[in-house]
């Protein structure tokens, strides 16, 4: 059974930091990419940040550009977002996603974890 669980989602005020944590089990997580995506309520899913399979390569979202970063542990199956300066347009639900670098219909998605930024 395969199973994205984020967690580290929290209240915090702006300038804060939160780490975001997306731990996979029942796929390869190690040929998978991993993105982070968000979801602000009355908008659409964006994309905040990426990650490559042996994490050689990294993306992210012009608005989070040096504030976010990502990485990963493929020895614990385990993605990371640091969100630091925190800002209220960063309030989401924040999701992790996985997709197959063999089969790119092979995607799965976690149940989501909120961030809310507010003083």
């Known amino acids: 059974q395969v199973q994205l669980v984020e967690s580290g989602g929290g209240l915090v005020q702006p300038g804060g930091s939160l780490r975001l944590s997306c731990v996979g089990s029942?796929?390869?997580?190690?040929?998978?990419?991993m993105t982070w995506y968000r979801q602000a309520p009355g908008k659409g899913r964006e994309l905040v940040a990426g990650?490559?399979?042996?994490?050689?390569?990294?993306e992210y979202a012009d608005s989070v550009k040096g504030r976010f970063t990502i990485s990963r542990d493929n020895a614990k199956n385990t993605v990371v977002l640091q969100l630091d300066m925190l800002e209220p347009d960063d309030t989401a639900v924040y999701y992790c996603?996985?997709?197959?670098?063999?089969?790119?219909?092979?995607?799965?998605w976690g149940q989501g974890t909120q961030v809310t930024v507010s003083s």
């Open positions: 990650i490559t399979p042996t994490g050689g390569i990294t």
């Open positions: 996603n996985a997709r197959s670098r063999v089969n790119r219909r092979n995607t799965y």
């Open positions: 029942g796929f390869t997580f190690s040929v998978y990419d």
